[in-house]
């Protein structure tokens, strides 16, 4: 199995910054591509950014120039850095992670997706 603890959520005022943390833990053999997602009340969630582990980026329009997500291969860790926030930024994140995991005691390997129990992060004065 494979868990992702997410932390960094709160709230801060339009204009400040915040960033968010995501660590997964467990029966990881690699990871592929890892992002963050995001989701408001009554809306669906949506793609926030993605990182590939090659370091391979790409960003919802919303949020280009003022997000940046980065990675830290060897801590198994995905970073989101949120500047200047607006109040439409107000939802809970979610972190994303995919690759594989090892299982039983033959070293096999099989494909997995996780997802973080959500953050939730509000942008207001």
């Known amino acids: 199995q494979v868990q992702l603890v997410e932390s960094g959520g709160g709230l801060v005022q339009p204009g400040g910054s915040l960033r968010l943390s995501c660590a997964a833990s467990?029966?990881?053999?690699?990871?592929?591509?890892m992002g963050w997602y995001r989701q408001a009340p009554g809306k669906q969630r949506e793609l926030v950014a993605r990182i590939t582990r090659g370091g391979n980026t790409n960003y919802a329009d919303s949020v280009k120039g003022r997000f940046t997500i980065s990675r830290d291969n060897a801590k198994n860790t995905v970073y989101l850095q949120m500047n200047s926030p607006k109040p439409e930024d107000t939802a809970a994140y979610y972190c994303y992670v995919e690759g594989y995991r090892t299982y039983g005691n033959l070293g096999l390997t099989a494909p997995f997706n996780s997802w973080g129990q959500g953050t939730q992060v509000t942008v207001s004065s």
């Open positions: 467990g029966s990881i053999f690699s990871i592929n591509d």
